[in-house]
C-alpha cells in the first residue's frame, strides 16, 4: 500500500483503526466470488480506484511509518524529539 498499490481485501476481524474501508482499501468478503466481484466493480471505475490507492498510501505512510511510530512512542515516554536527537544524519 505505501507504495500506492490499491489494497483489495477481506477484514474478518472487522479491524478499522487505521483503514477504512471504500476510503483506504476495498474490502470483500472471503470467497473467491466476492474477490471476483470486487475486481470487476473496480475494473469500471479507475478514477476511485485510484482515489482509493492514492488514500490507502498517504494513510500508511502517515500511519504506519516506523519513524513516525517511533517519534510517537518516545514523545510519549517524554524523550525530547527533534533534529538535536537525530544519529541517521
Known sequence: MSSGCLLVAANPAA?????APG???????????????ALSE??????R???IA???CDQVRARMAVRSGVAAKLAHMGFPIGEAT???A
Open 15 to 19: 479491524d478499522q483503526r487505521v483503514l
Open 23 to 37: 476510503v483506504h482499501h476495498v474490502e470483500c468478503g472471503p470467497d473467491v466470488a466476492l474477490l471476483r466481484a
Open 42 to 47: 473496480i475494473a469500471t471505475d479507475l478514477d
Open 49 to 51: 480506484a485510484r482515489r
Open 54 to 56: 492514492r488514500a490507502g
Open 86 to 88: 537525530r544519529t541517521d
